[in-house]
Structure formats: structure tokens, C-alpha cells
């Protein structure tokens, strides 16, 4: 079993910043890659940005590419991701996910709980 806590969501204007969190604990969860996704009122789960806990083969979503950094820190059993030039479109509830590969959220059986960003104009 896997346990993810996401944190770091918030209000920000267009343009500004956000660091979200990914606390990971329970058996195995090295085993996995992590994953985020949002999912924005009326509109499909989406996939954002993936990263194994080595650290290697981060991947992104077309939209946020050169905007949005995936990393981990080990020690910390963290996984973040940094989200600049925010737009107003990237407003959603972002979550924290760990599965096997790929982007297709129903290949992630484990999922946080959620957090919000909203981007203001």
C-alpha cells in the first residue's frame, strides 16, 4: 500500500508561481513513478508531468513543457512540482499519483488527495 499527501496548492495571479508536494509513505512506493494529474470542472483527469524515483525519464505534458519542473528528493521521500509562468488555464485540482508507467491516469492505482491551485487574472 502506498500513502500520498499533496500540498502547496493556493491562489496565484497569472504569470506567478507555485511549488507543489508529493509525500509519499507505505511498502514499496520506490516502485513506483510518480505521477501528476488534474482535472479542471467538467474536464477529463489530465496528465501533467511523471518522474521515477531515481530521478530519471521525467515527462510532460505539451502545455506545461518549459514551464512546470518534476523532481524528487529522495531523503525526503518528496516529489514536487514547481509551476511557473502560471495560466489561467492550469487552474484545476492537482494530484500526486504512483503506478507503473506511462500517462494514462487509470495506470496509477494510488492517488493523493488532491489540492487545489487557482490562477487569477
Known amino acids: 500500500q502506498v500513502q500520498l499527501v499533496e500540498s502547496g496548492g493556493g491562489l496565484v495571479q497569472t504569470g506567478g508561481s507555485l511549488r507543489l508536494s508529493c509525500a509519499a509513505s507505505?511498502?514499496?512506493?520506490?516502485?513506483?513513478?510518480i505521477g501528476w494529474f488534474r482535472q479542471a470542472p467538467g474536464k477529463e483527469r489530465e496528465f501533467v508531468a511523471s518522474i521515477s524515483w531515481s530521478g530519471l525519464a521525467a515527462a510532460y505534458y505539451d502545455s506545461v513543457k518549459g514551464r512546470f519542473t518534476i523532481s524528487i528528493d529522495n531523503a525526503k521521500n518528496t516529489v514536487y512540482l514547481q509551476m511557473n509562468s502560471l495560466k489561467l488555464e492550469d487552474t484545476a485540482v492537482y494530484y500526486c499519483?504512483?503506478?507503473?508507467?506511462?500517462?494514462?491516469?487509470?495506470?496509477?492505482?494510488?492517488w493523493g488527495q488532491g489540492t487545489q491551485v487557482t490562477v487569477s487574472a
Open positions: 499519483a504512483a503506478g507503473s508507467y506511462g500517462s494514462n491516469w487509470r495506470s496509477y492505482p494510488y
Open positions: 507505505g511498502s514499496s512506493f520506490s516502485n513506483y513513478r
